[in-house]
Each structure stands twice: as C-alpha cells, then as structure tokens.
Nanobody, 119 residues
Framework: QVQLVESGGGLVQAGGSLRLSCAAS??????MRWYRQAPGKQRELVAG???????NYADSVKGRFTISRDNAKNTVYLQMNSLKPEDTAVYYC???????????????WGHGTQVTVSS
C-alpha cells in the first residue's frame, strides 16, 4: 500500500543528463533520499532533502546533481548532469513515512532504477 516507485533511469553517454523520479504513496513524508549501489560496492547516500526543502549531497556529486521534491505530489526528483562512468549504479529512493502525527516514522525503500553511463 505504502510504497516508493522510481523511474527515469537508463543508458547515457558521459557528460549527458538524466532525471530520476520517485513517486511515493502515503500522506506524511519526512526526509527523502537517493542512494546508489554500484557492483561490488556498498550502498551510498547520494542526496537527501527535508520536508522544508533543505538539501545535502555527497561530495562526489556536488555541483552536478540536484535533489528536489514536490510535497503536493509526494514525489522526489534527482536531476543528474555531467554524468561520469563512475556514476553507474542502481539508484534507490528512500523515505521516512508515517500514516499520522501519532505514529512513528517508518523507513521505506524503492526497488531501484538502473543508471548506466558509458565512456
């Protein structure tokens, strides 16, 4: 019922751009994040954004990626510019959700979308 669905991944040449979207069902979302995991590597935090719009980024993507959210649509985006081969990974949406103000937050994960950057 409550889920995150990513879209927008694909194959792109180095220097190109992609825009990822994560559509979230539910009513109350706190911090929303993008993670990524490359083959043989641990999952890493790429960017996060609070409900008020304050964002932070991993050093490796600063100046190239932009995270944003539309609270009315319960959607978080990741605009990726100047892509590099090392950006190749499965990108996962992550969010804190609660059904009401009297509930604790529960952390949710999407199933991921593949981003492949060729050189």
């Amino acid at each position: 019922q409550v889920q995150l669905v990513e879209s927008g991944g694909g194959l792109v040449q180095a220097g190109g751009s992609l825009r990822l979207s994560c559509a979230a069902s539910g009513s109350i979302f706190g911090i929303m994040r993008w993670y990524r995991q490359a083959p043989g590597k641990q999952r890493e935090l790429v960017a996060g954004i609070g409900s008020g719009g304050i964002a932070n980024y991993a050093d490796s993507v600063k100046g190239r990626f932009t995270i944003s959210r539309d609270n009315a649509k319960n959607t978080v985006y990741l605009q990726m510019n100047s892509l590099k081969p090392e950006d190749t990974a499965v990108y996962y949406c992550n969010a804190d959700h609660r059904p009401s103000l009297y509930s604790n937050y529960v952390n949710l994960w999407g199933h991921g979308t593949q981003v492949t950057v060729s050189s």
